[in-house]
Every structure is written in C-alpha cells, then in structure tokens.
C-alpha cells in the first residue's frame, strides 16, 4: 500500500485528491484524461479538466487539521487577523488554465487524518513540477504517480525539496 501525501492518497486504482467520503466528499479524481472534480452524492463528475489546459499549477492549498477547513474557523482566524489560510477554500486546489486562459479554483473535503506540512508542500512542488516539465498527462497515470509520491515522500525538510522532485520528476521521466 502506498502511503499518503498530504490530501493525495491512492483509492483503489486512482489517485485521489480530497476525502471522497466525508460529509459532501468532494474530491479530485486524476485520470488519464484529466483532473476530475467529483462529489459524494454525483454519479457523473462536476468538471473535467484535461491535463493539455495547465498552464501554471496546480497548486495544493491545504490545512493540517481538517477543523481549520471549517466556516467556524474561518471566520475566527479572519476576526485574529492572522495569516493562517482557514475556512471552506483552505482545501482548495488552484490552477492557471488555457483555451479560455482562466484561473480555477475547486474545493475538496479534508480528511479525518491530519496532513503533516511537510506533506503539503511536496504535494505542491510535485504537481507544479509536474506541469512545468510539460509531464502533467503523468499525474493521471496510477503507477507513474506511485513511484514519484513513494521517491517525494522520503525527502527530508533539510533538503532543497524543490530540486529534490525536479530531480525525481526527470528521473522517472526518461
């Protein structure tokens, strides 16, 4: 079993952003095809976005706990002025898309499970490193994606980790 990354875990053959069974489960689905916006309650998928659309991103936006995803403690650290991403979009993942060039912004629920920030932002670099290597299609490959969360999770946080998936990204890639 492959362990998680950050909001990405493996749900039986796809890789899934997002707990697909928690409360309205909305979750991004990565197929061959593209990204895939889902919710608990639709049998068909609310977005496809093909993975030839990403010019920039995506990017992962993500809290540790799933109680900082919350309206509540949104409008809490809103009213403390911090500079904590809380609230309903903290789960959100964001992207710069082509044909019409538009910027997207889709939710996912957060699971029980807390997500360890160093987890967090290697998602992030994987995904946006993915994309600038002109790779994004490889994210929607299941075994593709398994290799390089099994090399990124092992990074360390004394590491360069932006080389350091730059590095694994065009290991796999060749």
Excluded at 22 to 28: V, W
Excluded at 52 to 61: A, K, L, N, Q, Y
């Amino acid at each position: 079993m492959t362990e998680p990354l950050g909001p990405l875990e493996l749900v039986g053959d796809r890789w899934v952003i997002g707990d697909p069974y928690r409360r309205e489960g909305a979750c991004l689905v990565l197929t061959a095809d593209g990204m895939e916006h889902h919710k608990l309650a639709a049998s068909e998928p609310l977005a496809v976005i093909p993975w030839s659309r990403f010019v920039d991103g995506p990017s992962v936006w993500a809290t540790a706990r799933a109680w900082s995803a919350t309206r509540t403690a949104g409008v809490l650290l809103d009213t403390l002025a911090t500079r904590t991403v809380a609230g309903p979009r903290a789960c959100s993942v964001l992207a710069y898309l082509r044909h019409p060039y538009e910027d997207v912004l889709i939710t996912y629920t957060h699971h029980e499970r807390r997500y360890p920030f160093l987890h967090i932002s290697l998602l992030d670099i994987l995904l946006r490193k993915t994309t600038e290597a002109k790779a994004a299609h490889r994210l929607g490959d299941p075994a593709w994606l398994g290799e390089a969360v099994a090399r990124v999770a092992a990074i360390r946080s004394g590491r360069r980790p932006e080389r350091a998936v730059a590095e694994i990204i065009a290991d796999l890639n060749s």
